[in-house]
Nanobody
Framework: QVQLVESGGGLVQAGGSLRLSCAASGRAFSSAPMGWFRQAPGKEREFVAAISWNSGSTKYADAVRGRFAISRDHAQSTVYLQRNSLKPEDTAVYYC????????????????????WGQGTQVTVSS
């Protein structure tokens, strides 16, 4: 079992920055590919960013590439999502997820790829 707790959400003005954190506990976090997703009101949950278990590779959605950066700290069992140049369309509930299946190589961008999910943190970007 892996428990994930997101934090760092809030209200920010357009053009600002915000860093989200996802603290993991339970199984071997260091072996799990991690991802960030978001869900805006009335929309499906969508992929934002992903990182491999060893930080060797990352992947981003086109909408955030160049503005967001995903990273992980194995010592802290935490995954981060640094978000810069925020736009009102970035407003959503942000979720982190962990993949815990035998195939854990690489990065993954589909909700079905992930096993465990956090409860989400609300981010609102005002114009």
């Amino acid at each position: 079992q892996v428990q994930l707790v997101e934090s760092g959400g809030g209200l920010v003005q357009a053009g600002g920055s915000l860093r989200l954190s996802c603290a993991a506990s339970g199984r071997a976090f260091s072996s799990a590919p991690m991802g960030w997703f978001r869900q805006a009101p009335g929309k499906e949950r969508e992929f934002v960013a992903a990182i491999s278990w060893n930080s060797g590779s990352t992947k981003y959605a086109d909408a955030v590439r160049g503005r967001f950066a995903i990273s992980r700290d194995h010592a802290q069992s935490t995954v981060y999502l640094q978000r810069n140049s925020l736009k009102p369309e970035d407003t959503a509930v942000y979720y982190c997820a962990a993949r815990w299946v035998p195939d854990r190589r690489g990065t993954f961008d589909k909700t079905d790829d992930y096993t465990y999910w956090g409860q989400g943190t609300q981010v609102t970007v005002s114009s």
